[in-house]
């Protein structure tokens, strides 16, 4: 495998390593792990973690970078209300909800932080796609991304903090805070 050969094969800004088996079947799989160390030697490829590799000269929006580290997730939390414009405050981390275990990974892209929610809690999202390269990742509606928080940072009364309602759904606000325990009900009254 060269990486001239895996470049072109590869469309997106990241690769899998389980892919090149499929691309390279005539390569054993000691040598493509020697080729991709190699590659990431010569600053071809970035390691984001173990069995993804990113092209630097390729550019990949961070929420879509959240969606390929960590599967099942969906964006939420500070990362996701700031997106909103619900909270001022610029995370310095993205932070995401899933419904399987907690998890961290510092990447040389940055850090992306992974909470584990309930099961019954693992809903109010949507697909979005970005626009550099027409990826996808699950971001939360900003009403579940302000009761994630409130849940997952136990926060019981937001009069004090800087959070901005004016662009919230107030029903569905409503709805999906029924889901919740009931502080997180109460901590909605301002």
């Known amino acids: 495998m060269t990486f001239t050969a895996l470049s072109s094969m590869i469309r997106t800004p990241y690769v899998h390593t389980y892919q090149l088996a499929r691309l390279f079947p005539s390569e054993s799989p000691k040598t493509l792990t020697v080729q991709l160390t190699r590659f990431v030697g010569r600053g071809l490829l970035i390691r984001l973690k173990r069995g993804i590799y990113f092209f630097p ?3 990949i929006d961070e929420l879509t970078l959240a969606s390929v580290l960590y599967h099942p997730s969906y964006v939420s939390l500070e990362t996701a209300l700031h997106v909103y414009g619900i909270i001022p405050d610029i ?7 899933t419904p399987t275990t907690s998890n961290t990974f510092i990447t040389p892209r940055g850090t992306y932080t992974y909470s ?3 099961t ?3 809903f109010g ?3 979005h796609t970005d626009a550099t390269n027409q990826l996808s990742y699950n971001l939360a509606e900003p ?3 302000l009761l994630d928080w409130m849940y997952m940072r136990t926060i019981r009364h937001l009069h004090t903090f800087r959070v901005d309602f004016s662009s919230l759904n107030r029903e569905r606000l409503t709805t999906f ?3 919740y325990p009931s502080w997180v009900q109460e901590g909605l009254r301002v």
Do not use: D, F, G, N
């Open 91 to 97: 995370p310095s981390t993205v932070t995401s909800i």
């Open 116 to 118: 584990r929610i309930h």
């Open 177 to 179: 805070s029924k889901e």
């Open 125 to 127: 999202y949507h697909i």
């Open 57 to 59: 000269e390729r550019s």
């Open 120 to 122: 019954h809690l693992y």
């Open 143 to 145: 009403e579940k991304a």
